[in-house]
Structure formats: C-alpha cells, structure tokens
Nanobody
Framework: QVQLAESGGGLVQAGGSLRLSCTAS????????MGWFRQTIGNEREFVAVINWSGDSTIYADSVKGRFTISRGNAKNAVSLQMNSLRPEDTAVYYC???????????????WGQGTQVTVST
C-alpha cells in the first residue's frame, strides 16, 4: 500500500498561483496514473487532472484547462499540480490519488491523500 501526502495549499488572491505537490511513501508512483481531484463541503469530489504513468499524456477538466498543469517531474515518488490564474471557484480541498487508469472517474483511484486546502479570495 502507498501513503500519499499533499502539500502546497494555502490562501491566495484571485489571479495568483499555487503549486501543489503529492509525495508517496511505501511504494513508488512511477508505474501508475496519478490524478488530482477537489471537493467542497456538500459537493461530490470533482476531477481536476490526471497524468499517465509515463508522463506523456494528461487530461484536464474543462474548468481548469489552460490554467493548471499536472506533471510528474524527475522524482519517481512525486506529482505536482501548478495552478495559475486562480479563481474563487477553485477554492476546495485538493486530493491526489493513485489510479489504475488515466481517467476522470474517482472510483478508478484506490489510494488517496488527506487533502490540502486551497482558498482563493476575491
């Protein structure tokens, strides 16, 4: 089993940027698709982005396309989400997850982090 931990969340003004990181312990992430989801209170978990195991294919939600970038980088146990031009509606708890397929379906992901809060003020 793998343990995932997100970091990098915080409070930022609209138009600003944040970079979220997801690190793993227990096992590596290099052979698995990795996704980012977000959730606000009272709402279902929402797909944000996914990157395939090799890092050469990504999928984004329409709401973040052109503003967010998911990457694997050089570290085998880390995945990042660069968030630019943030909007108040991006406010949520952000989760990284390890999946079996590079998909936007949350139930295809078996391992989840505890989440990191992102708050975008007007």
């Amino acid at each position: 089993q793998v343990q995932l931990a997100e970091s990098g969340g915080g409070l930022v003004q609209a138009g600003g940027s944040l970079r979220l990181s997801c690190t793993a312990s227990g096992r590596t992430l290099e052979n698995y698709p990795m996704g980012w989801f977000r959730q606000t209170i009272g709402n279902e978990r929402e797909f944000v982005a996914v990157i395939n195991w090799s890092g050469d294919s990504t999928i984004y939600a329409d709401s973040v396309k052109g503003r967010f970038t998911i990457s694997r980088g050089n570290a085998k146990n880390a995945v990042s989400l660069q968030m630019n031009s943030l909007r108040p509606e991006d406010t949520a708890v952000y989760y990284c997850a390890r999946g079996s397929q590079a998909t936007n379906l949350w139930n295809e992901y078996s391992d989840w982090g505890q989440g990191t809060q992102v708050t975008v003020s007007t």
